[in-house]
């Protein structure tokens, strides 16, 4: 990337890098620490032409939080508590989700972000917004 003079560097980070949650403190600080890293490469890498930037995505796989979640939680439940703030995320599939992150991997990897480094993307259905606060106005 140093000699062509140009590069993109994309993590795959997760939501967890971006908001904390009870029960993945090893996990998130790994992803907080990519975040990290990211942004000082960036700097580091910006005078060679090169872009570093995470997306971090809520949707993945959902195999991989199933040893941690009771057993009667499926892929329907989950999807209907996590992807509530854009109602109609729970209706589409896991392949549809991942493939909206892939679409934002490709984009940043492209020469169409070439004004994007050193930033976080999420691609998590409005997750990292805040809280729906059932009553109050605007819920």
């Known amino acids: 990337m140093k000699e062509a003079g140009q590069g993109s560097i994309v993590n795959v980070v997760s939501v967890d890098g971006i908001s904390a949650k009870n029960g993945v403190a090893a996990y998130a600080s790994t992803k907080w620490g990519v975040r990290g890293m990211a942004k000082v490469a960036a700097l580091e890498l910006g005078k060679h032409g090169i872009r570093v930037n995470n997306v971090c995505p809520e949707g993945g796989n959902f195999e991989m939080v199933k040893p941690y979640v009771p057993e009667n939680l499926t892929w329907d439940i989950y999807a209907a508590y996590t992807y509530r703030v854009l ?14 992150i892939v679409s934002m991997i490709l984009f940043l990897a492209s020469d169409e972000s070439r004004s994007c480094t050193g930033g976080d993307y999420p691609v998590d259905m409005g997750h990292t917004a805040g809280k729906i606060l059932k009553g109050a106005p605007g819920s």
């Open 87 to 100: 109602p109609y995320q729970k209706d589409r599939s896991n392949d549809e989700i991942m493939g909206d």
